[in-house]
Every structure is written in C-alpha cells, then in structure tokens.
C-alpha cells in the first residue's frame, strides 16, 4: 500500500472521519510505510503520528516521560491563537485529560468512587430501568426509525445525567451542547465552526454547572454534582475553573462516545447477520461482543502525549517537546495485534486488546459504565426485537476527534 503524498492533511481533515474506509485507509498505509510519522499539516501545529499498537500502549504507560499537557487534541492554529488571546491558554480546558501528576491522581481521585467495577454494578437496576424506557421509546417511535439520531444519543446521556444528577427536563441543552463541542465541524451536528462553536457551547455549560453548584451546595444529594460542588483540593473548596471542567468532561465524553459504540457495534451486526445469530444464540457472548464493538467503531480518534525529553519510539528519534497523536482506530486494526483485523467477530479472542478507551494512569474514566450501559441496552434489543435490519444509508459525524454514526435508518418487529 502506498502512502498518498497528503496523508498529513487526510489524517487531521474532519471530513475523513465521516468515511469509515478513508480513515482505515490511511491509517492502514501508515502502518505499513512509517508507523511513527511526522505529519506537518498546514492547518496544524506538527506532530508524530503513532499507529502502531505496541508504540501507543507503550507512550501511554509511560506518563513520566509523555505528559497530557499541554496538548490534547487537534486544535487548529488559528483556534489555538484565538483560545490564547481570549483565556490565555492554548487548552481548551483544565480537566483529567490535561492534567499530570500530582494534578491528575488528585482530582482523578476525587471520582473514582463513582466509576470502579464495584461502584457501577451497584447502578446496575436503574441504568436497566433505563435501557427498558429506551426500548420502549423505540417501539413508541415504530419502524422505520432512525437509530443514531433518535435512540442511541439520547440512552448514554440519560445514564450520564443520572450519575451527575441532571434532571431529566435538561436534557436535550445538554446534548445540543456537547454535540457542538465534539461534533463542532460537522454541519449537522456541532454547526460547523469549530472552536467559536466550542467556546459558545463551553460558556453556556459552564453557566449551567454553577446554578448546579449553588444548588447543590444548599441541597446536598447522592451524586456526582453534590461530589464536585463540595469537593476539597489541597484543603481548600476546588476552583470554579476546574471544577466546571471537570463537570463537562464528565457531561460530556460520556455520551457522544457511547452512543457512538451503540450504534456502530449495531450496524457491524446487522451488516453481519451471522454474529447477530450468534449472539440471538448464546447470550453469554455479549460481555466479549461489547468489545468487539468498542474496539470495531473506536468512537475516540486520537488523544496526544507531549515528549518530556529526547526518546525514541518505534525506532524514530523524538525531541523533548514534540507532540504525538495516538491513533487508536489504526491501533485497533493492527495485524500484530488482532488478526485478521477487518472482520468483525463477537467471539473474537483478543478482542479486550483494544485500546478504545487508551491506555495506562489516563485510561477512560467511564469505561465500566460505557460497558455496562452497553450490555444492559443489548440485552433488551435482544429481549424484545424480533427482527432488525438496515433501511437505509449510515452517516457518520465529520469531526477529527469524537466520531460516529449520525444516522442509522433500521426497520424492525417487536416482539
Ligand atoms: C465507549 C465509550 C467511551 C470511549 C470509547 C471513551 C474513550 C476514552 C479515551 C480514549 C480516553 C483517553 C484515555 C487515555 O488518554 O489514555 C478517555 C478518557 C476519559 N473518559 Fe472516556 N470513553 C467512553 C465513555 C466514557 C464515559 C461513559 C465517561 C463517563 C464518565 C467517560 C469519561 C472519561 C473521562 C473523565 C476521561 C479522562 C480520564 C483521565 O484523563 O484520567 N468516558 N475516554
């Protein structure tokens, strides 16, 4: 496979990700032709781009040497020049992906209670409860529906305004609002200006979250919003910067990348009639099939590292200072690591291997509740859907960083 001259510009343009066979493409030429690229985009700051499985999970680990500050994800220079300008920092926030040690295993602490195995088995009846209002609403919605568009956005963020304690009523700002922070270059989505749509979306949330604060404040409960309201660093009340970031990390990767996962590991089924049949047949198949799923669709693009000092990884001299972009789609189809990589298969051995949710101290928050949201939805689809199949063409999001189906027409029988 040769290695177009503008692979540089294809692996950064948003409109790549919105065609699931140009982004396997050049991933793919990647990792035959130079799996550690220095990529030189015009709109972009350079970088490496990693895509190797082994390199990534390897840079990953390794957060003494490879740190989240200060770069996190393509951000183009004009954006970066306009976030300086109006925050004084080229981030777009302060929050658990752009933080190091001590930073990190401080405020990353501060949740994790929420979101251990043990803690998430514990929400288990209301999350199903639910996975059984969506099934319904699908039912309600009737045959021919849209998947994407009308259940799977709406089922992840449900669970993950539960956790936080959102009401229900405030819901749809929500997703709008996180929808223009991933999807913000894709036209049908985010609106298709990048950062001005991103920043907008930022002020609004973060006007939101301290009416949040206040209230919870005054009236303490069990959830996460009572838990970033009150919680302490360094023995002083968290700063409202960081404590807003932290709300909207937790508002907002939680659901655009489930219901990423949901809906893409659907489509793989039902292009793949025998899997279905498969897993309609030994229902035990799901847990594996869940990753199967995570690892095929691998909603989140890219996360960067930035060098600490002279290294080298996959055999190419880094300099301190450099940038490098984890590409997990490509780590998640590399042939050292799954084989035969382009099939889709529930049953897969080494389908855990996947590094969907990254790697290491950073290692996806929510990644226990995305699984189980995700089973619990399945397991009623299996229940109650008697037949499914596609009716129409799958659209993904054009976006270079959080991306998947925005439209999945299916026709289908309850039972
Ligand atoms: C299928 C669904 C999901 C995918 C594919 C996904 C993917 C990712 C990835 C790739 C990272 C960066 C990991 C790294 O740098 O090594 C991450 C971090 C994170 N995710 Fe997820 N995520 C998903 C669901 C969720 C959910 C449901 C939550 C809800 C709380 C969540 C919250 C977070 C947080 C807070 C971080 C930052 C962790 C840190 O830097 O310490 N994610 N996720």
């Known amino acids: 496979m040769v290695l177009p001259e503008n692979i540089d510009e294809i692996i950064c343009d948003p409109r790549t990700y919105g065609d699931e066979e140009a982004y396997h493409r050049a ?32 840079v990953e680990m390794d957060a003494a040497h490879f740190a989240n500050e200060p770069r996190q994800f393509l951000v183009t220079k004009t954006d970066e020049e306009m976030l300086l300008m109006t925050t004084g920092s ?21 949740t994790a209670s929420w979101f251990g195995p043990k803690q998430v088995r514990a929400l288990e009846e209301e999350i199903r409860h639910l996975a059984r209002e969506t099934v319904d609403k699908l039912i309600e919605t009737g045959s021919p529906c849209d998947f994407a568009k009308d259940i799977a956005a709406w089922y992840p963020l449900r669970t993950i305004m539960l956790v936080l304690g959102v009401p229900r009523e405030d819901e749809p700002m929500m997703l709008a609002l996180s929808q223009k922070v991933f999807g913000s270059t894709d036209v049908d989505t985010g609106g298709g200006d990048g950062m001005t749509s991103m920043m907008e979306a930022k002020t609004e949330f973060c006007a939101y979250f301290d ?190 960083f959080v991306s998947g189906l925005k439209r999945l027409p299916i026709a289908f029988s309850a039972r």
Request: net charge negative.
């Open 211 to 400: 009416k949040l604060t206040a209230d919870r404040r005054q009236n303490p409960r069990n959830d996460v919003a009572t838990l970033l309201a009150t919680a302490m660093i360094n023995d002083e009340p968290m700063q409202e910067g960081p404590r807003n970031d932290y709300y909207l990390i937790v508002a907002a990767a939680g659901h655009d990348t489930t219901s990423s996962a949901i809906s893409g590991g659907l489509l793989a089924l039902l292009r793949n009639p025998g899997e279905l049949q498969k897993l309609r047949e030994n229902r035990d198949l799901l847990p594996n099939a869940i990753e199967e799923f995570i690892r095929w669709t691998t909603p989140v693009k890219h996360f960067f590292r930035t060098a600490l000092a002279d290294c080298e990884v996959g055999g190419k001299a880094i300099a301190k200072g450099d940038a490098l972009m984890m590409c997990y789609p490509s780590a998640n189809r590399d042939t050292a690591v799954f084989e035969d990589p382009f099939a889709f298969r529930i049953d897969r051995p080494e389908a855990k291997k996947h590094l969907a949710f990254g790697y290491g101290p950073h290692t996806c928050l929510g990644n226990n509740l995305a699984k189980l949201e995700i089973r619990l939805l399945f397991e009623e689809i299996l229940d109650r859907i008697d037949t499914i199949e596609l009716a129409g063409d799958p659209a993904w999001i054009e976006a270079n």
């Open 90 to 110: 080229r981030n777009f926030a302060y929050n658990l992906v752009a933080m190091d040690n001590p930073d990190h295993r401080q405020y990353r602490g501060l």
């Open 27 to 58: 991933f793919a030429a990647l990792r035959e032709n130079d799996p550690v690229h220095w990529a030189e985009p015009r709109a972009y700051r350079p970088f490496w781009a990693v895509t190797r499985h082994e390199d990534i999970q390897r």
